[in-house]
Each structure stands twice: as structure tokens, then as C-alpha cells.
DNA sequence: TGATAATGCGCAACCGTTTGCGCATTGTTG
DNA sequence: CAACAATGCGCAAACGGTTGCGCATTATCA
């Protein structure tokens, strides 16, 4: 039984003998109301606990506050800090926000997004499934004018709003920090290839040998789809190469931890026999005894912020009238990972 | 401009010549439909890709099928390992979810609840803010027919749906087994004292040393507001006291590892200077070279889970017809912490 | 004082869907 | 063939608010 009946606006009305209008109005302090009655209204809305149902606001203005949320899964902390970043900016914004996780499914990616569309949310972030390759679901939104704003794995198509770290700028740092450091010879531990983030970081990593007139070895190039499995394979890989690499670049901690687990395994020190650097950096290296030379800091917390302000900036830019055909326009917001060394500890 | 306008069960019913209420009944198979019209309508609708407007429905139908989550933070792997439970079990039950982080403040956590009281969720699971000794804002629920489920920071009162860990048994296990292990001087990093479970550790204790007919010594037990400088200060205490502790049962694996740099900084070898062990058994503990000797498991993962199936479990039982004045009765689920030995590595 | 303007409020439609009830039409039975 | 039952569908109200428009009533001005 959902019913204890809560006090509505018709409820007040008749008690005062007055319209529904008239409630509604003086409830939200329409000028076309006497300073009387929207006093008498307000004093009874307040007595009575009178609080608006939103399922009928929402219904009637067609819109909900609400945003949704899909990412691969809430297990890896860059998600979880991203989402914290989302739902913070989102709740100073009066947006409420849904989650959902496509576990890295192509499929269930698909239904959160209808889902989400029949919920009527008035737009929606994404961190793409690894699987997605196809963006119709998405541009099928365009038909019911819900934005999407896509973050961290994002397509790599132009027509989209994106925020997402390059690869590039923090990618060069970290090589040219290890050839500095004496390293000649630096593996990628690199991700699934159909990832944008994995095709940038190969490419840049030639170009810096290339400008360092080092020799490209394709060998040191090895790709995991993320399973502990997967990477200690692909080390496996990369320590047979001779002569074997002294310094490893890892797509991102947990993979790198992965890594650094193999390594000691085959006997080798880590920070001396071989050496890391990876991206995120998560909170959990700075409590590790030997962490990764350096990381990636790819702010996951600033990329949910940046996405949900970008976001609701678009949600409210549709509110005001719109010009005839302006072209529609995308938006880019692009954070400069940034390299941080961890000192010894 | 919020309108492309979709595809109603109005238009269908114009195009068809049949009325609303029809087609209505044929989208849900009801059977005073004719096998004919039925078909008709379904075929229709899958043409115009229809599909029906939640918020509609909601509206109607009093009831959202979305659960609210009320958790201090999102920065905390505890707490997005509950989510994913919470969300992954949702889900499986056609639910959405809702999620928003208290910041441990109880202001904040007034207004959340309020918010998603007018969104009518329809129903509430709650990990409460550090600073929560009241719980009004909680029973007011009640009125609305909304009911609540508690998981890890639970209220110490019994009207309360709850999931939580004890902490007696996984207590007990911890402190057996550095006894075991030959340890005597045994000292325990608690959290604040108002906390539920940090009463229910320190009682465990001194229970436990009692029977051991070991020396009672309250110097060993010391208190952290859970920030890393307090956990320093509770460190440095433990290890002045004469004779130095030689284990240490720390509230979480934060805290222990915040613990832990500090007993390094201290000269103090981990593990065989000092043991630690604690609780929550983190997935980022298993990438430590020298992790806590153990951990009590907390089951995150489970807690969310089985908070989102009790909701969703009392939600039905709503449904079924209400014997008069029922008594109304709680739930409770304890689940046992574990004790899991870390391995050498 | 009469015309006009300003003020304060009510009417009613609308958002999309569900559902109890009733009315035809057709089929069944004695 | 009459009486009745079953079948198939429509009517209309309801969920709780918002809002354009219009109608009285009062105030304002010449």
C-alpha cells in the first residue's frame, strides 16, 4: 500500500477556497497574486508539510534534474573518483544523478542508454564500454534531445562532446623522463588496440623515439585487455625481448601493479632491475613501498566535474530561444595529464 | 527547445481508429484485447519505435522503481564496492539507482533525503554520516511509506533495517590469531569513539584478553578521526608505550597503511618489528609487498548487495494486500567479517 | 462620474498512462 | 428463437501540477 496521501496543492486550495491556480502561483511567488493570499497559501503549505510531488513537475515539464551516469564499472578507483566528481557538481547544480555500469558490455550499454532515455533524463555521460566501437545508440539521442557528454574513453569520431586527458603530452613526458633517467630501451604495456587512448600513446611513443633517434622496436610494444591474466602475459612478452627493456610504460596503475607483481616474481627489483611509469595515479601508490617511478595523473575527479559543468552548461544553453538552425556544435575539453615523480620513500 | 515530440499511445490509438484505453491493454497483453487489434498495436508501435514515458508512469503509478543511495563519500573503495553491489543487484531487479555522498555532514545529509523523498524513490539505503547521532530525519520516512535499509554505519537503535559486519567475531579472529602468533603486547588503532563499530572493537578486546587471562593495558588502545595526521598522532602514542606494542589492529586498510608509513618513517620493519592487521581486506592490498598479515573482510560488495535486496525484497512485500496492523518488523543482516591471512609474497 | 487601466484570481486544458465500469456485438445454450 | 453469457472495446476519471487567457472587481485619471 503506497498511501498515506501526502498534502497536495488541490488539498490547500480547498481549504482556503481558492484555485489550484492560485496555490500554485502564490507557491511560487507570482506577481499576479495578492500579497494576502500568497501569505495565506504559504502559511498552509508550510503547516501542512506541503511538499511538491516532482514525479508530476517532471511529467509536466518534461524535464527531471536528472542526469545519467554509464561507466564500465565501479570497481576501478578512476571511476568511482570520477563519478564523485560528477555527483558533486551535479548536486551544487540541483541535478540529481542516476548510475549505471555496462561491465564493459557492448549490449548492456546499449539498454542503460534506453533505459535512461525512457527515464527521461535530461542528458547523459558516458565512459564508453571497451566493446564500442558503434556510436548509434548515442546518436540515436540526438532524435529525443538528450546530450550526451562522454568522458576518459571516448569516441573517436569529431561529431561528439568529449573531456578526456591526451595521452600525448603526458606520454612524452614520461618517455623523455625515463631517456633522461639513462633508459634506451622502454616497453609499452598498452591497452586493448581498438582504444583510442592505446592507438595515441603507440603514436607518440614513435615520434619521440624517432626525434631521439632511438631505434623503434615494435616488440617492446606489448597489449593487454586489462586481466591480470592478459598483462602478465604481455610482460611475459616483453621480459623475453634482449636485450630486455629496463623501463616499462603502463597504460595505468592497476595494470602496472599487475606488472610490477610479474616482475618480482621473475626475480627482478623493481625500481632498479626495471623501472615503471603509469597513468592515474592513484591514491593507493603513495602507499606502496617501491610505487611506480612516476605517474600519469589523469584527474578523474576533475574529468567527472569537468563533464557534468559541461553538461549541464548545454542543458541550460537549451533553454533559451533558439536560432533557426544554428549548426549544431561540440564541445571539447581536453586535460593535460601531467607527470608526477614519486619521491622515494 | 525540449521537443521532438515522441511517439504516444494517443498517436498510435488515432492512427488505428481504436481508442487509448485499447491500446493500452495491447501493449500489456491483456486479455479483453482481441488477438487482432492486439497485433495491430504492437506492430505499430514497434514501427513508430515507441516507447512509453516513464515519467508518465511514474506519475500514475506512485512508484518510480528507483532506490536512493545515501553514502559519506565516494573517495573510499569501501563505499563504491557497496555501490557496485547495490547497483549490480538493482539493476538485475529493474531498479535504478540514484546516488548521493553525505560528505559526512548531517545538514547535507537532511536535504539529501528530503530531495529524494520529493523524487519519490521508492525506497532508501543509507550508510550514515560520521556525524549522525539523530534520527529523525529517518523516521519521518515512515509517513511516507518509504522504507529504509542501513548498511555498515548503521544506527546503534534496534527500529532500523540494517546489513552490517560485526565486528565481535572478525575481531575476536584477529586478535586470536596474533596471539597465536605469539604476540602480547597488542595494541588497537580505533576509530571515533561515538562509532558503533568502534565500541563494539574495543569491547571484543577486552574480552578477549580477559579470557586469555592477559594484561588489560588501555594505553594500547587508541582513537583517529580517520585523517592521516590523527592516525599519526594515535601512532605515535602506541609506540611509546613501554613495552612497544609488537601488533597492531587498525580500523581499515587506510588506516593501517597510513599507519604503517608511519611505523617505517619510525625505523620499524613491517611485519617483523610490528604486525599489523585490519579490516576491510582491500583489493589494493594484495599489491603490497608488505601487506597487513591480515585482514578482516568486510564484503563491500555483499553489504550493498544484500541492502539492495532487502529494499527491493520489502518493496515487494508492500505490494501483497496488507493485513490490518501488521506489527511492523526490521530486518537485520550480519555478516560475519572474515579473517583472511595474507600470504607471504 | 464615467471611461479606462490595473489588480487579483478562476477556468480549463494539458502532460501520457492506467483502469473500473459499462455498452455493443457476437456466440452459446436450452 | 429467446435469453443469456462471453467477448472486445470505448468512456472518462484520475494522478498533481503549470499556465494562457479571460473575467470581475477595484483603483486611477480626466
Redesign the pocket.
Known amino acids: 500500500m503506497k498511501d498515506t496521501?501526502?498534502?497536495?496543492?488541490?488539498e490547500i486550495?480547498k481549504q482556503l477556497?481558492?484555485?489550484?491556480?492560485?496555490?500554485?502561483?502564490a507557491?511560487?511567488d507570482?506577481?499576479?497574486?495578492?500579497?494576502?493570499?500568497?501569505m495565506r497559501v504559504q502559511q498552509l503549505a508550510q503547516q501542512l508539510n506541503?511538499?511538491?510531488?516532482q514525479t508530476?513537475?517532471f511529467?509536466?515539464?518534461?524535464r527531471t534534474f536528472t542526469i545519467g551516469v554509464v561507466i564500465p564499472n565501479l570497481k576501478e578507483e578512476f571511476f568511482s573518483q570520477a563519478i564523485d566528481g560528477i555527483e558533486e557538481t551535479a548536486s551544487s547544480n540541483k541535478y540529481s544523478v542516476l548510475i549505471s555500469q555496462s561491465k564493459d558490455d557492448l549490449e548492456r550499454e546499449r539498454r542503460i542508454i534506453t533505459t535512461l532515455k525512457n527515464n527521461r533524463v535530461d542528458g547523459i555521460i558516458v565512459s564508453l564500454s571497451k566493446q564500442t566501437t558503434t556510436y548509434d545508440h548515442f546518436t540515436a539521442l540526438k532524435k529525443y534531445n538528450i546530450p550526451v557528454v562522454f568522458f576518459d574513453r571516448v569516441p573517436s569520431l569529431p561529431d561528439f562532446n568529449k573531456v578526456y586527458s591526451n595521452m600525448n603530452s603526458g606520454t612524452r613526458e614520461a618517455i623523455e623522463f625515463l631517456i633522461e633517467k639513462g633508459h634506451r630501451r622502454i616497453g609499452v604495456l598498452n591497452g586493448p588496440e581498438q582504444m583510442r587512448s592505446s592507438k595515441e600513446r603507440t603514436e607518440t611513443y614513435k615520434q619521440i623515439l624517432i626525434k631521439r633517434r632511438l631505434k623503434i622496436d615494435m616488440g617492446l610494444v606489448a597489449h593487454t585487455d586489462l586481466t591480470r591474466e592478459s598483462t602478465w602475459k604481455a610482460m611475459q612478452d616483453l621480459l623475453s625481448q634482449r636485450p630486455r627493456p629496463t623501463a616499462i610504460v603502463a597504460i595505468n596503475d592497476y595494470i602496472a601493479l599487475d606488472a610490477m607483481q610479474y616482475a618480482r616474481q621473475q626475480r627482478l627489483k623493481i625500481n632498479k632491475d626495471i623501472c615503471f611509469v603509469s597513468y592515474a595515479n592513484l591514491p593507493i601508490t603513495s602507499y606502496l613501498e617501491n610505487p611506480p617511478m612516476a605517474s600519469v595523473e589523469q584527474y578523474p575527479y576533475d574529468q567527472g566535474a569537468q563533464a557534468a559543468g559541461m553538461l549541464i552548461n548545454i542543458l541550460s544553453e537549451e533553454e533559451k530561444p533558439t536560432r533557426p538552425d544554428e549548426p549544431e556544435t561540440f564541445q571539447n575539453i581536453v586535460i593535460n595529464g601531467q607527470l608526477i615523480i614519486h619521491g622515494k620513500r
Do not use: C, D, M
Open positions: 496521501k501526502l498534502p497536495t496543492i488541490k486550495a477556497n481558492v484555485s489550484v491556480s492560485t496555490v500554485s502561483r507557491l511560487h507570482h506577481p499576479g497574486i495578492g500579497l494576502r493570499t500568497r506541503y511538499e511538491p510531488n508530476a513537475i511529467f509536466k515539464q518534461r
